[in-house]
RNA sequence: GUCUCGUUAGCUCAGCUGGUAGAGCACGUCACUUUUAAUGAUGUGGCCGAAGGUUCGAAUCCUUCACGGGACACCA
């Protein structure tokens, strides 16, 4: 049994004999008519006052007991609410005849919710609180809280139990009120771009748009299984050939393979796509996009993340070949000869695999020796077309691609290109991945012969952006972990939430 | 997927080369009307992550498993 805890059992008993004596412990008529915020910035004259005190105010305030000190005939209660802590102090002969003893000191502990009713004043440690004359039990905790100094530290427990993490280490909540600004922002911003926001199906018959595993379901009704999306980005130039010329889409994706720092199976991303554009305009939007959410978050320019400092006010633009001598220290000769890129590979005790082509291979070199250099934001332009399988070509150097991936404090933050619109080309790419399928690749896309029709209708030139929310949402809080940024991260359930479920199922 | 570290009271953690399970906080009882992780006294509290094995004897050593953290490889 879940409650079968001897320190759960005591507070059960106390409930109990609270509702004996006609306190309800799960009382619903709260009278609350302030914030502890606002009750500290209004009541911030106090310290003027005579006596440090105004006992012609009154207010009503509620809020989680985080610490209790009783001191025989009063007490000290720090009661925390979402806004902040206030410290209460309740003394036996302002509230009603033996209320204070029996009541008050027995059965309300740490964790409960109350409620007080009182007036202004500032102790003789010179702390602005409250001096309580009315006193109700809102919520009978009957759990204990973890301990009230080290709190709670398990990660495991943290990601599990995410309310005890919220209750006991309140920057938590500040790190997702932040995740919750940058999506309502980013909303914002599209929106005065003159973008549409649109929602495109969760649930794909065949998951297109990227190259990953999905997760299957199935559709009772239709007898058919469908896959959870791994990407809007099919749908969403769908509509751009259906002449919406200015789309976006903030949600989530589900990809079926592995969890680590920065993966989560469900994860959030926006991708847009603008008509009449290229790349070279999505450089700009972007710069303007970061400029907009630092403003409007009051985050410094240089903004620390890890061990390292990035500068928001320093956006670079490289191609990618010439980052690799210019940042990566790849001497310049070799950038563009296979043998040399080898070799160069195997001196530097790293892999050289001779099945890859030029570009992979270059593709190689950036990771190695380039990605991790960029701190500030650098844009990295002009991919080579065999690691750009979505990109449209230059129409200057059939080589590469009218692509950049942007990159900030060693990791990639947001993947663009010019879309590929001509529909035969469209079709042969579709038709390269079904042979790789076929040999066995099973991340190959899908042949999706719908979008591929849907091109031949034409398809205004277009680029198109996708940028993960959950890992800009990490750069911008300085977090770690994917989890950090996630309420409720995926978790391998434990033998007993098994049983658990089994028996509620049952 | 590989390597590595961890899992002991509600929480945070000790527990050495194997010998009856420890502390602080919390909780119970008592004292205390301006405290700040309040204080002082006293008491309760454990399937040592799970299963096997070695041993006269295992929280401790060995094996397997589960769940986490970190690193590396792949993907956003």
Redesign the pocket.
Known sequence: MIFD????Q??IE?AKLLKEYGFNPYANNSQRNTTVEKYINVNGDIFEKENKRDANRHYIVSGRIK????????S?A?IEDESGML?V?I???NLPEGFYNNIF???I??GDIIEVGGYP???????L?L?VDDLKLLTKAI???????????????R?RKRYLDLIMNSEVRRTFAIRSRVISLTRRFFEEKGFLEVETPMMHPIAGG???KPFVTHHNALGVDRYLRIAPELYLKRLIVGGFEAVFEINR?F?N???????????T?IEFYWAYKTYKDLIEITKEYFHYLFNHLDLPTLLPYGDMEVNFGNFREIPLIKSLSEIGGVPEDIVCDKGKILEYLRSNNLEANEAMNLGQLQGELF?AFVEAKLIDPTFITEYPVEISPLARRSDDNPAITERFELFIAGR?IA?AFSELNDPVDQLERFEAQMDAKACGDD?AHEMDSDFVEALSYGMAPTAGQ?I?I??LVMLLTNE????DVLLF?A?????QQCDNSNEENA
Request: without cysteine; positive net charge.
């Open positions: 805890n001897k320190l759960i005591q507070r106390k610490f209790l000190r009783i001191m025989g005939k009063a000290f720090k410290q102090y003394a036996r002969d000191k027995k059965n502990e740490v004043f500032v102790t003789g440690k010179g702390e609180s001096h759990a204990p809280l973890p301990e009230k100094f080290h709190g709670i530290t398990d990660k495991e427990v990601y990227a190259n990953a994706n990809r393979e592995g969890m680590d720092a920065t993966h989560n199976p469900e994860f991303s990771d990639e993947n991340e996708g993960g959950d890992r770690h972990s994917i989890r991260p978790m391998k359930p434990l033998p």
